[in-house]
């Protein structure tokens, strides 16, 4: 069994990095961000709400988020995880951390990947032809990129003085595959 989680601002490519792991280790991909997005389809009070705050760029609240998170690992994850895009808050993290206790659950990795704000911005516009997304172009970047500094970026922060042996920072700026390989051989030293 492996834990792990993902760490980077928005546009990093942390959700890349997490599918391929995923698919490489055949373990389920948490991504918050895709489960809010499926959730905004069912076009609900709640779904209208995180809709709203997604296009806006803030982050939604933490109780929607726990609540999410705790279904999913409970129902699927009894042989390991990735999260992806969570905890991003520190009531987040104390949520999680409670929750790997109750099961007897240990995290074995924790990647974070880093990228400057111009890289990130460009990345994000491309992926925005490809994929579509209301919170992808220049004006909500910058909010979701706050959002990463103010709040998330003091999470992983955290997990790194609390977690040093299996935190492990990633140059974002590379390739996919680059990027791909040094995870992989970080996995591999275990
Ligand atoms: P992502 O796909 O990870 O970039 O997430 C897209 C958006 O979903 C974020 O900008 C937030 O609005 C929301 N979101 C995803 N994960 C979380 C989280 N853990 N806490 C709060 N909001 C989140």
């Known amino acids: 069994m492996i834990n792990i989680i993902f760490f980077g601002p928005p546009g990093a490519g942390k ?6 792991i995923s698919n490489k280790l055949s ?21 209208l709400e995180v809709k709203d705050i997604i296009a806006n760029g803030k982050l939604v609240p933490d109780n ?3 609540k999410i ?8 994850c009894k042989n390991g995880f990735i999260l992806d895009g969570y905890p991003r808050t520190l009531d987040q993290s ?7 206790n109750e099961y007897s659950l240990n995290l074995n990795y924790i ?11 460009k990345r994000i516009l491309n992926r925005s032809i ?22 998330t970026q003091k999470v992983s922060d955290f997990y790194k003085t609390v ?14 595959e680059e990027i791909t390989k040094k995870i992989i051989k970080i996995l591999k030293n275990r």
């Open 15 to 20: 959700g890349t990095q997490a599918k391929i």
């Open 27 to 47: 373990l389920p991909h948490l991504s918050t961000g895709d489960i809010l997005r499926s959730k905004i389809k069912q076009n609900d009070n709640l779904a």
């Open 64 to 66: 929607i988020l726990n």
């Open 69 to 76: 998170v705790s279904e999913k690992l409970i129902d699927d």
């Open 94 to 100: 104390k949520f999680l951390n409670n929750l790997l």
């Open 111 to 121: 990647f974070n990947i880093s990228v400057n704000f111009e890289l990130l911005t």
């Open 130 to 151: 490809e994929e579509n997304r209301e919170d992808d172009n220049a004006d909500v970047i910058k909010t979701r990129y706050q959002e990463y500094k103010n709040t």
């Open 163 to 176: 977690y040093k042996e299996i935190f492990h920072e990633v140059d974002g700026d590379a390739e996919i």
